[in-house]
């Protein structure tokens, strides 16, 4: 079970961990990152559609970053 950081205000919650959602990220060039996206659809771990697009890291000229989230329940 995961809690959430309480405080004056927010309230503490409790998320049961079968719908706390799924996150993984991809970090790289932005071809390196597409070309991942492109091979995950292949092997149908998730569709490309899932993903946000990637996104410059601050204080970089050349890493992307790229975010996929899903429900652990419904997959």
Avoid: H
């Avoid at 503490?12 to 993984?24: H, V």
């Avoid at 092997?43 to 652990?72: A, N, Q, T």
Wanted: aromatic fraction near 10%; glycine fraction near 6%.
């Amino acid at each position: 079970m995961f809690t959430g950081f309480g405080g004056t205000d927010r309230p503490e919650t409790s998320i049961d961990d079968s719908r706390r959602p799924f996150q993984i990220y991809l970090l790289g060039t932005r071809e390196d990152i597409q070309s991942t996206i492109n091979q995950l659809q292949v092997v149908r771990f998730c569709e490309r559609i899932r993903w946000s697009p990637p996104i410059p890291v601050l204080g970089s000229d050349w890493k992307y970053i790229s975010m996929m989230e899903r429900d652990r329940a419904l997959e």
